[in-house]
């Protein structure tokens, strides 16, 4: 875990502007800064930055947040790594765990080895006319191959000692790139093929992915695991491939190395690939955080069968009602790369545009493989889909699922749900976190929220015991209250803001005000409306004191010192309270 306060502490230090200005370049527009959004395809720019508040915004698709939800989202990297890199560039170092500290060193040298090791690959391809005239064979120029920094391992049982002195390194063995045998006898793993680099989220070299050239077994040979690479959790091609994706707003998914780089050189360069096995959680989850729509590409044979089988199964935890998942089986025997090289850019795009949606997909799988034409197969259908139900995360989704099943089945909905156990869905993980109640944007307690996202030091001025916290707003505005009171939330704009409460139930809430108040205002005015939004809280409070006592009149009648508390309040209540219906920022 990383310090809350560290990362306060780095927000204050840097500044949002240089930070998205390493990518995207900014002109000034006023108080801020606009560009056309690097998330989404546009020609008139939306996307603001806001120096003051620390912040950024685009008005066309919505994405926000503070420098580090922005390198989160640019790179699609994690929180901790986007932290790491921030820190970094400002010269200040992450207080980790002595566990992590002690992990990063260890795989400091290693990765150093693997980058040698790639150069190594790289000067070997130049001096290999069969490697070269391979790769030209299957259309590759030397522009894609420098792209993808393809290499050749050379024909020999330990052509690396060209590169490492000392062959006997038991790193080399660590990282993957020499096997020791029974006699102790060193040699590279990879020999007489083409290499593929499999590169980390930041650009280090963590495995290899070897192609024979010709015939041999095993056709691709994949780096073992290592203390760097995790092949169920990474994808090949992936640095190469972010812009496209987030341009495109959808990432390919395919099978080999090969297919990738094809792919791209024909044009379609939002394409990745899993490391010689069936995708997996954390692939799914990777792939979920860079695109709204991810498509599985498989050849149309047995083992595509199982991989888009498998690629269904394990998608349906990680499903949210705004996300697609599609599964595309090319036409005839062709892998991907074969077909766009014999049908070109456009026939494959048509391809990707009419994959099958994962609901269509699972449905028709599930009628194959259960025949609900007899009373028998109808009731394997809904044993069938029991767990594949059970399984799904986007509740609209999964409901939608479970009348198609019903229909099929000959059954009723309810049925359906009671034969599967399908309890009542949590909010997908990519949905905001369970509110009490939904929040009111003309609540008084929201009109705040909004003022004290501006100033958060205000909210020592608030009655919190006027403060509804029943309403999710008002649990917003006391969370930050406390944060405030106890030091721990400095000054330091929305960004800041939406840092601490992180993978909080208020996150959601604030980014959403947030994203809406980028332009810059007069504190005057903001201050006016804020005493006016206290006043009416107190006015309302009031009035239903006096409601209350007046109903216990009519009903028991009071006390003195009740008749005495009711005189004083009416004496107090005024006409109305003033009205803060308009939205203040």
């Given at each position: 875990?990383?310090?809350?306060?560290?990362?306060?502490?780095?927000?204050?230090?840097?500044?949002?502007?240089?930070?998205?200005?390493?990518?995207?370049?900014?002109?000034?527009?006023?108080?801020?800064?606009?560009?056309?959004?690097?998330?989404?395809?546009?020609?008139?720019?939306?996307?603001?930055?806001?120096?003051?508040?620390?912040?950024?915004?685009?008005?066309?698709?919505?994405?926000?947040?503070?420098?580090?939800?922005?390198?989160?989202?640019?790179?699609?990297?994690?929180?901790?790594?986007?932290?790491?890199?921030?820190?970094?560039?400002?010269?200040?170092?992450?207080?980790?765990?002595?566990?992590?500290?002690?992990?990063?060193?260890?795989?400091?040298?290693?990765?150093?080895?693997?980058?040698?090791?790639?150069?190594?690959?790289?000067?070997?391809?130049?001096?290999?006319?069969?490697?070269?005239?391979?790769l030209?064979?299957?259309?590759?120029?030397?522009?894609?191959?420098?792209?993808?920094?393809?290499?050749?391992?050379?024909?020999?049982?330990?052509?690396?000692q060209?590169?490492?002195?000392?062959?006997?390194?038991?790193?080399?063995?660590?990282?993957?790139?020499?096997?020791?045998?029974?006699?102790?006898?060193?040699?590279?793993?990879?020999?007489?093929?083409?290499?593929?680099?499999?590169?980390?989220?930041?650009?280090?070299?963590?495995?290899?992915?070897?192609?024979?050239?010709?015939?041999?077994?095993?056709?691709?040979?994949?780096s073992?695991?290592?203390?760097?690479?995790?092949?169920?959790?990474?994808?090949y091609?992936?640095?190469?491939?972010?812009?496209?994706?987030?341009?495109?707003?959808t990432?390919?998914?395919?099978?080999?190395y090969?297919?990738?780089?094809?792919l791209?050189?024909?044009?379609?360069?939002?394409?990745?690939?899993?490391?010689?096995?069936?995708?997996?959680d954390?692939?799914?989850?990777?792939?979920?955080?860079?695109?709204?729509?991810?498509?599985?590409?498989?050849?149309?044979?047995?083992?595509?069968?199982?991989?888009?089988?498998?690629?269904?199964?394990?998608?349906?935890?990680?499903?949210?009602?705004n996300?697609?998942?599609?599964?595309?089986?090319?036409?005839g025997?062709?892998?991907?790369?074969?077909?766009?090289?014999?049908?070109?850019?456009?026939?494959?795009?048509?391809?990707?545009?009419?994959?099958?949606?994962?609901?269509?997909?699972?449905?028709?799988?599930?009628?194959?493989?259960t025949?609900?034409?007899?009373?028998?197969?109808?009731?394997?259908?809904?044993?069938?889909?029991?767990p594949?139900?059970?399984?799904?995360?986007?509740?609209?989704?999964?409901?939608?699922?479970?009348?198609?099943?019903?229909?099929?089945?000959?059954?009723?909905?309810?049925?359906?749900?009671?034969?599967?156990?399908?309890k009542?869905?949590?909010?997908?993980?990519?949905?905001?976190?369970?509110?009490?109640?939904?929040?009111?944007?003309?609540?008084?307690?929201?009109?705040?929220?909004?003022?004290?996202?501006?100033?958060?030091?205000?909210?020592?001025?608030?009655?919190?015991?006027?403060?509804?916290?029943?309403?999710?707003?008002?649990?917003?505005?006391?969370?930050?209250?406390?944060?405030?009171?106890?030091?721990?939330?400095?000054?330091g704009?929305?960004?800041?803001l939406?840092?601490?409460?992180?993978?909080?139930?208020?996150?959601?809430?604030?980014?959403?005000?947030?994203?809406?108040?980028?332009?810059?205002?007069?504190?005057?005015a903001?201050?006016?409306?804020?005493?006016?939004?206290?006043?009416?809280?107190?006015?309302?409070?009031?009035?239903?004191?006096?409601?209350?006592?007046?109903?216990?009149?009519?009903?028991?009648?009071?006390n003195?010192?009740?008749?005495?508390?009711?005189?004083?309040l009416?004496?107090?209540?005024?006409?109305?309270p003033?009205?803060?219906?308009?939205?203040?920022i």
């Open positions: 875990m990383i310090p809350e306060s560290f990362v306060q502490e780095l927000l204050a230090r840097i500044d949002i502007v240089d930070v998205v200005e390493r990518y995207v370049p900014l002109r000034k527009a006023g108080a801020n800064y606009s560009a056309c959004c690097p998330f989404h395809s546009e020609k008139t720019p939306s996307f603001t930055v806001s120096p003051s508040k620390q912040f950024y915004h685009c008005f066309g698709c919505g994405a926000h947040g503070s420098a580090i939800g922005f390198l989160m989202q640019h790179a699609g990297i994690g929180f901790i790594e986007a932290v790491e890199d921030l820190a970094s560039s400002a010269g200040l170092q992450v207080p980790h765990e002595e566990r992590n500290r002690v992990e990063r060193a260890k795989k400091a040298p290693l990765t150093e080895l693997m980058a040698r090791a790639m150069v190594f690959y790289r000067e070997q391809l130049k001096a290999s006319p069969k490697a070269v005239d391979y030209k064979g299957r259309g590759l120029t030397g522009e894609i191959a420098a792209k993808f920094s393809l290499g050749y391992a050379p024909d020999g049982w330990q052509g690396l060209q590169v490492f002195a000392d062959y006997n390194d038991p790193a080399l063995v660590e990282c993957g790139l020499v096997i020791v045998n029974e006699q102790g006898r060193r040699y590279d793993r990879f020999r007489d093929r083409v290499m593929f680099p499999i590169l980390d989220q930041r650009g280090n070299v963590i495995g290899f992915g070897g192609r024979v050239i010709g015939e041999g077994e095993p056709k691709y040979l994949n073992p695991e290592t203390p760097l690479f995790e092949k169920g959790r990474e994808l091609g992936l640095p190469q491939a972010r812009k496209a994706i987030q341009e495109e707003d990432v390919l998914v395919v099978e080999g090969m297919d990738v780089v094809g791209v050189q024909s044009g379609v360069e939002n394409v990745v690939a899993t490391l010689g096995t069936a995708a997996t954390a692939n799914v989850q990777k792939l979920l955080k860079q695109a709204n729509r991810v498509v599985f590409c498989f050849d149309r044979d047995s083992a595509g069968d199982r991989a888009a089988w498998r690629a269904m199964e394990v998608s349906l935890s990680h499903l949210a009602d996300k697609l998942v599609e599964i595309l089986q090319m036409p025997n062709q892998d991907p790369d074969e077909f766009i090289r014999e049908h070109g850019r456009e026939a494959f795009v048509r391809q990707t545009r009419s994959a099958t949606r994962l609901s269509e997909f699972l449905l028709r799988e599930l009628v194959k493989q025949n609900p034409s007899t009373a028998e197969g109808r009731a394997m259908l809904v044993h069938a889909a029991k594949l139900l059970q399984k799904m995360s986007a509740p609209i989704l999964r409901v939608q699922l479970t009348k198609e099943v019903a229909q099929r089945a000959q059954v009723s909905q309810a049925e359906v749900e009671a034969q599967c156990g399908l009542p869905l949590a909010r997908s993980r990519y949905a905001p976190a369970q509110m009490k109640q939904r929040p009111i944007p003309s609540s008084v307690e929201y009109k705040l929220l909004q003022i004290v996202l501006h100033k958060p030091e205000w909210t020592a001025r608030l009655p919190l015991e006027l403060i509804d916290r029943d309403r999710v707003e008002g649990e917003a505005l006391n969370a930050i209250a406390d944060a405030i009171d106890h030091g721990e939330l400095p000054a704009g929305f960004g800041m939406l840092e601490f409460f992180r993978d909080t139930p208020h996150e959601a809430l604030i980014a959403a005000i947030a994203a809406n108040m980028v332009e810059e205002v007069d504190l005057g903001l201050e006016g409306m804020f005493n006016d939004s206290i006043l009416r809280l107190r006015q309302t409070a009031l009035t239903a004191e006096i409601e209350v006592l007046n109903a216990r009149a009519k009903q028991e009648g009071l003195a010192d009740e008749r005495k508390r009711l005189t004083e009416l004496a107090r209540k005024r006409p109305g003033p009205s803060t219906s308009g939205t203040p």
